[in-house]
């Protein structure tokens, strides 16, 4: 009886260290400073357009490249007048909504089809890891440019084109994990308690194939925001007037020298959400897998 109290006592006192060290996980530095970037901006993109702040489009050729402050205007206005800040916040939510689209269809499929290709291997898995090879040869950003030449550019067509070029990736990650969770034991019981295939799959091994999903997920938010940038900095991106980031960047740097705040400020605001988002990918990391935590260390 004596043993058993302590050992009732231990486990009592154990249990609130092993909670703290594991909520702990989740305020490592990365992860706060992440999210603390990540989060007012999704804000600004998805709330501030509702606040009726002004017309991105309007025209004021009498008050062309303003400075900060002047005739109403936060931020100045660029070489059509049209108010800066506005246009911004109008494009940080374009650029917000390419890239949680595409991340999401092309995590999707990619995903899909990972864990096919993982779970039933022959023919299938030859098959969809050889198309899977074919995309991951090429440079995306230069098979974008290609596609979106040929087709347009458009907010339909860089989404699809962008999701098409990234479902490969999780295709390969999910593929390895699936190949690995296959094997395991509680696979097996599945089966012979008479669970389907498509059942398995979704029960038991996509869970499981969770942690390196997420993770590359929040990965690629970063680098698709860099793609979607770049394509409509080169002119293949969402067509103007329609402001983004990226063409904000393209037209201000006809006017660095007039009105160098043109160009710094979309700069400034693409280079807080890549930082912001692979910042908090280090922080999911450390805290879902903490032996790289520690090996870091």
Known sequence: MPTSTLELDTSNQTAPVVEKRSFNRWLNVRLVLGLSLVVPLLLI????PLLNLGDPLQTDPLNSLTAMGEN??????DQNGRDLLVRMVVGLRTSLIVTILSVAIGGAVGTACGLLAGFYRGWLEQVIM???DVFLVFPAILVAIAVISFIGGSLPNLILVISLLIAPVFA????ASTLVEAQRDFVEAARAVGDRNNRIIIRHIL???STPLFIELA??????VLIEA???????????????LGNMVSTARGYMFNAPLML???SILLAALVMGFNLTVDGLRDALDPKTSSAKK
Do not use: D
């Open 72 to 77: 109403g205007h936060i931020l100045g206005t």
């Open 45 to 48: 993109g998805f709330i501030g």
């Open 130 to 132: 050889r198309v899977v």
């Open 264 to 266: 710094v400020w979309p």
């Open 207 to 209: 869970p499981n194939v």
């Open 172 to 175: 390969r990650i999910i593929h």
């Open 219 to 224: 990965l690629m938010l970063g680098h698709v």
């Open 230 to 244: 770049s394509l409509s900095f080169l002119g293949l991106g969402v067509p103007p007037p329609e402001p983004t």
